[in-house]
């Protein structure tokens, strides 16, 4: 396994590497180095990324430093721990919070209570994350006793979203009463009086979203018709 000094002298290898030819050595060595290495070069990753946000074509680079991480995390769930402890350094932390939910999957309650903790602490820091950061939390499996840190940002994020963002919004939370995660009264009456004064093109996004979603769970139809 690759310790610290080791991780160092990676991350020095890559310092004078554009970003996106880091992500190529890293897609490499995931698929070449033993097991117990790639925990660390997830380490060394979240590194570099926390590093180059001035770099051209960083966003880009990002997506694929995600897919590598998701890639890692698939086999190491503490990978999450890595990912969680970088969040609130990344210029940009959307991708991030996007693949939290498949390296959550099999991770122990305290590591998702954990998880929505560092969540909650983006959002208060970047508001403009709470749309990723709420999907994501609906995709993992909340225990019940956080249920309501997830309703109370629902309610923020209805109320400070801009308005061409809730269809999206609506579709998520309708969503989120298929798992039994929220008030599902409160919040489907919420949803109808946000929605009742929406724009005509906007409203019939929303309507797309119902139908997408409620034919698929009952939980959701009896709560929202």
């Not at 890595?82 to 990344?90: A, D, N, Y």
């Not at 991708?95 to 959002?123: G, K, T």
Request: glycine residues 4%.
């Amino acid at each position: 396994m690759l310790g610290t000094d080791q991780r160092d002298d990676l991350t020095s290898g890559w310092k004078f590497l554009e970003l996106s030819a880091i992500v190529q050595n890293a897609e490499f060595l995931v698929k070449n180095c033993a097991d117990g290495q790639s925990f660390e070069l997830v380490e060394a990753l979240m590194e570099v990324v926390s590093e180059r946000g001035d770099e051209d074509g960083y966003d880009d680079s990002l997506e694929a430093v995600a897919g590598v991480i998701r890639e890692v995390g698939s086999v190491f769930p503490n990978v999450a721990l890595v990912v969680l402890t970088h969040l609130p350094t990344l210029p940009n932390a959307q991708p991030f919070i996007e693949i939290l939910p498949s390296l959550l999957v099999m991770a122990p309650v305290s590591l998702v209570q954990e998880a929505v903790e560092q969540l909650r602490e983006v959002v208060e820091s970047d508001n403009r994350l709470i749309l990723h950061v709420i999907s994501a939390m609906v995709d993992m499996t909340l225990p019940k006793k956080m249920a309501s840190e997830l309703a109370k940002m629902a309610e923020v994020a209805i109320s400070v979203a801009d308005e061409e963002d809730l269809p999206m919004l609506f579709r998520t939370l309708i969503k989120s009463l298929g798992y039994g995660q929220m008030d599902g009264d409160h919040m489907s009456s919420r949803i109808r009086s946000e929605a009742a004064v929406l724009p005509r093109d906007l409203l019939s996004l929303v309507v797309e979203s119902l139908w997408e979603v409620l034919p698929s769970s009952w939980r959701a139809s009896n709560d929202f018709l």
